[in-house]
């Protein structure tokens, strides 16, 4: 079943993902003529629209999200021309009727279905497409994370999928895999040979991985407060980018191949429990603050209520297998911190013996994916210039910035890389559901540390970098965190 797809069916196709990423994500591919051209996409969700009121939706998405510079009537025209809508819902059976009509007779082949819905609802969409007749080989589903929210709902959510989806027909989103800057660490250390002899705990002395956020809750409350940064950001993100880091070499690039290297990653992190969750992580809620320089309100301020989930979380954990024995991996995610920044440092360990004294440095691998791609390697320099003291260091970087190297390209967003793996049946960059458990096994034992030790988030101010606490849990063990 290599054959790309024939039809997208996007269930939630009114909605805010739809609208912010996927449909901009479709025109890009339409406009660098990657969609293969007989695909037709279907949207659907319960609002009620036909095919013109769709088109117009687009329209208007596409409008708002995609750069003006970017934007071209004769593309829009082109992806308008693939569109149609039937609205549904699958608790209303003649609904889905419908749907499955408009489905046969868009279909011309393989369909791939997206599930941009509330996860309460994956299981039963794919019971109804199976009792359809439409969940059969040459179908395949994609869908949104969360997947559930802890270990038991989402073997739920998967069973219930499972029942209609093989395995290798289930795609699950993690858009960080399909940002350009998280494949350029797959390039970095896969496509040459310079690093991998220091990849190691005998070279590698942390790993820092930071996912920062300046925005708050975005009007997203009511999601969010039963997340929290752990189940939003730490159990799949901030887990995905360990992985990569932390994983073997595969054999192959290859969906099973690459995905078999994460799992082991996941099943080697060590457990966190309740005896050391006061040592081990950190938990933070923002009160209200200020960033680049306006006022902004409190967590609990936007939210409306009294909450006790953690707007920050970080920890330092261990991959506790040859490779990174004694390693720490400090992570850290959290929302209204001073500036948006994703990227993953490898601070190697000091030379043996210094003959600059305390000047020399640990050198720094910086992998930045956000906001800007760039990849730094830190290394200690001689400061030009006579000095009678002696040689003077300084530290240096060694620094390929993506947009300078490759500024024509333009910027794709994640959903790009994913729609097109999708269609063309690429599994590599999507992920198992035996990744996913082995993830909330884990995250759901920290969480459990936390309810038995009654630890509860600390206040930070809107535009610091999160919590007493997370400072402490590095500099506890002689570290800190990158400024
Ligand atoms: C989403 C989370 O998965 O990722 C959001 O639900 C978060 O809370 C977002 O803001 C961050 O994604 P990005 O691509 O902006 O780093």
């Given at each position: 079943m290599d054959t790309a797809a024939s039809l997208l069916t996007i269930f939630g196709a009114s909605g805010d993902l739809a609208r912010r990423m996927l449909l901009p994500s479709l025109y890009g591919l339409e406009a660098d003529g990657l969609?293969?051209?007989?695909l037709r996409v279907l949207g659907t969700a319960r609002s009620d629209m036909d095919d013109e009121g769709f088109r117009r939706f687009v329209a208007d998405a596409i409008a708002r999200h995609v750069p003006a510079g970017e934007q071209d009537d004769t593309v829009l025209e082109r992806l308008q021309r693939r569109l149609g809508y039937q609205a549904a819902s699958v608790d209303d059976e003649a609904s889905m009727h419908r749907l499955g009509e408009a489905v046969r007779a868009a279909a011309g082949g393989d369909i791939v279905y997206h599930?941009?819905?509330?996860?309460?609802?994956y299981a039963p969409i794919c019971g109804a497409l199976g009792a359809l007749g439409l969940?059969?080989?040459g179908t395949r589903v994609l869908l949104e994370k969360p997947?559930?929210?802890d270990l038991a709902s989402a073997t739920a959510i998967n069973d219930g999928v499972a029942r209609v989806f093989d395995e290798d027909r289930v795609f699950r989103v993690d858009h960080y895999l399909g940002k350009e800057g998280v494949q350029n660490l797959l390039a970095l250390r896969f496509g040459n040979g310079l690093f991998e002899p220091l990849w190691n705990a005998r070279h590698v002395q942390q790993v820092q991985v930071t996912v920062a956020e300046?925005?708050?809750v975005e009007g997203r409350g009511d999601y969010y407060d039963e997340s929290g940064a752990t189940r939003d950001m730490l159990q799949n993100h901030l887990l995905q980018l360990l992985c990569l880091v932390a994983m073997e070499p595969p054999a192959q690039f290859d969906a099973n191949a690459v995905r078999n290297e994460k799992l082991k990653v996941l099943q080697s992190l060590r457990p966190i429990g309740a005896a050391d969750v006061r040592t081990e992580t950190a938990l933070g809620q923002y009160t209200a603050g200020a960033l680049a320089g306006q006022p902004v309100p409190g967590y609990l301020e936007e939210l409306g209520r009294p909450s006790g989930t953690e707007t920050f979380v970080a920890l330092r954990a261990h991959v506790d297998n040859w490779r990174w024995s004694g390693v720490p991996f400090y992570l850290r995610t959290g929302k209204r911190l001073p500036s948006r920044v994703t990227e993953i440092a490898l601070q190697f360990r000091p030379v043996?013996?210094?003959?600059?004294?305390?000047?020399a440095q640990p050198n720094v691998l910086v992998i930045r994916l956000q906001p800007e791609e760039r990849i730094e390697l830190r290394l200690m320099s001689k400061t030009p210039g006579l000095d009678r003291a002696g040689l003077r260091l300084s530290e240096v970087a060694l620094d390929l910035d993506m947009h300078e190297e490759f500024g024509a390209l333009r910027r794709r967003p994640a959903y790009e890389r994913l729609y097109l793996d999708a269609i063309e049946n690429t599994g590599t960059l999507f992920v198992r559901r035996d990744e996913v458990e082995a993830a909330w096994r884990w995250t759901d034992q920290i969480q459990a540390g936390w309810a038995q030790a009654g630890m509860r988030p600390e206040p930070y101010p809107a535009g610091t970098w999160g919590p007493p606490g997370a400072l402490m849990l590095a500099g506890r063990h002689g570290h800190a965190w990158r400024a």
């Open positions: 969609l293969p051209g007989t599930l941009s819905t509330a996860p309460r609802f969940g059969g080989p997947i559930g929210k300046t925005v708050g043996p013996h210094s003959i600059f004294g305390a000047q």
